[in-house]
C-alpha cells in the first residue's frame, strides 16, 4: 500500500498535469501548485525505502519539466462550472499536502526538556531514518506516548526512539551485514540475543517487541538498542562497555519488518517492563533525527 501512494499517486498527477492540464488559466494555477504541496509533503513525510530515498527528486524533475511544458500551452478564455470544481479540488490538494509538510517540518523541533547526546550507533557507512522526530507523521513510536493501554505503558521508553536502516550505493536497502556500536559508556542492564530474524512476536510480552536487544545504562539514563540478528550480541547483563564498542549485528528480529536498529533513551523502567521509563529524546552526534535524515 505505501509504494502506490508514494509512485503510483505522484505519477498519476505528474500525468494528468502533463497531458490533461486545466483549460483556464486560474485552474491551472491551482492544479500546479496542488501537485507542488502533495509533491512537498511525500517528500517531508513519506517512508523513502521502496521507492528509494531518490525517488521524489525524479518527481520533482519531472514536475518542472511538465509546468514548463503546460504554462506554454494555449488557454481558453470561458470559465465552465467544472473549472470551479477543480479549483475546489486543487485547493483542497494543497490544503493538505501543505498541512502534511508543515507536520513534518515542525518535527525537526525537539519535544521540551531533557535531551540526551549520543555517539552514533552503527559503523561508517550509508543510512536512512525511517522513524523519528517530534510528530507522529513521522514517527510511529510516538503511538505509545498516552499510555492509555497496557502496551502503550509497557513500552513508553520508545516514544521519542529512532529506527535507522542501512542502505547501499543505490539507495536500496543494504544486504551485508552492519556492526552496531555501543553509543555511550556504560553497564548493560538487560540482554536477549535468542530471537531468530522475523520469527514470532509475542505482543503481551513487555520485551519481545525488541527481538534481541541490549539496554545500556549511561549514567542516569537507559539506552536501548533492538532488532539484533540472533546470535550476534556478545554482551551480558553486569558487562561494562566503552562508548564505540561493537555490540551485535543489525537484524530483523522482534516487531521488525525490515532489518533496521531501534535506539532510544529513557528513563529506567522497572524490572518487570524495563522500556516503560519516561522517554526521552536523543541527538546523536549532534543531530536530532528525524524520518528521512541521511547517516
Known amino acids: 500500500m505505501l509504494w502506490l501512494i508514494q509512485l503510483l499517486f505522484p505519477l498519476a498527477l505528474l500525468l494528468w498535469l ?60 470561458d470559465f465552465a462550472a467544472v473549472d470551479y470544481a477543480l479549483i475546489l479540488f486543487w485547493a483542497g490538494l494543497s490544503g493538505f499536502g501543505g498541512w502534511v509538510s508543515m507536520q513534518a517540518l515542525d518535527a525537526r523541533t525537539p519535544p521540551p526538556g531533557e535531551i540526551v547526546d549520543l555517539a552514533a550507533p552503527l559503523v561508517a557507512g550509508r543510512y536512512y531514518v525511517t522513524n523519528g522526530g517530534s510528530r507522529e507523521i513521522v514517527s510511529s513510536h510516538l503511538r505509545t506516548l498516552p499510555r492509555a493501554t497496557i502496551g502503550q505503558r509497557n513500552y513508553w521508553g520508545q516514544s521519542y526512539g529512532v529506527d535507522i536502516t542501512a542502505m547501499n550505493r543505490w539507495g536500496l536497502m543494504a544486504s551485508e551485514p552492519t556492526m552496531v556500536l555501543a553509543p555511550c559508556a556504560g553497564r548493560v542492564v538487560r540482554a536477549h540475543s535468542g530471537e531468530a530474524d522475523g520469527g514470532p512476536v509475542d505482543l503481551t510480552s513487555p520485551t519481545a517487541r525488541a527481538g534481541n536487544y541490549a539496554l545500556i545504562r549511561c549514567g542516569h539514563f537507559d539506552i536501548l538498542l533492538a532488532h539484533f540478528r540472533k546470535g550476534s550480541l556478545p554482551v551480558a547483563p553486569g558487562d561494562l562497555v566503552r562508548q564505540g564498542q561493537p555490540i551485535g549485528a543489525l537484524g530483523n528480529s522482534g516487531a521488525s519488518d525490515m532489518p533496521h536498529l531501534h535506539i532510544h533513551a529513557q528513563r529506567p523502567g522497572t524490572a518487570a517492563a524495563p522500556f516503560s521509563g519516561k522517554p526521552v529524546p536523543m541527538r546523536i552526534d549532534g543531530r536530532y533525527l528525524v524520518r528521512g535524515d541521511m547517516l
Open 18 to 77: 502533463a497531458f490533461l492540464p486545466a483549460r483556464h488559466m486560474p485552474t491551472r494555477i491551482f492544479q500546479s501548485f496542488g501537485i507542488a504541496a502533495i509533491l512537498l509533503g511525500l517528500h517531508l513525510a513519506g517512508l523513502w525505502i521502496t521507492p528509494p530515498w531518490w525517488t521524489p527528486w525524479i518527481y520533482w524533475g519531472l514536475f518542472a519539466i511538465a509546468v514548463s511544458r503546460v504554462w506554454r500551452m494555449q488557454t481558453r478564455p
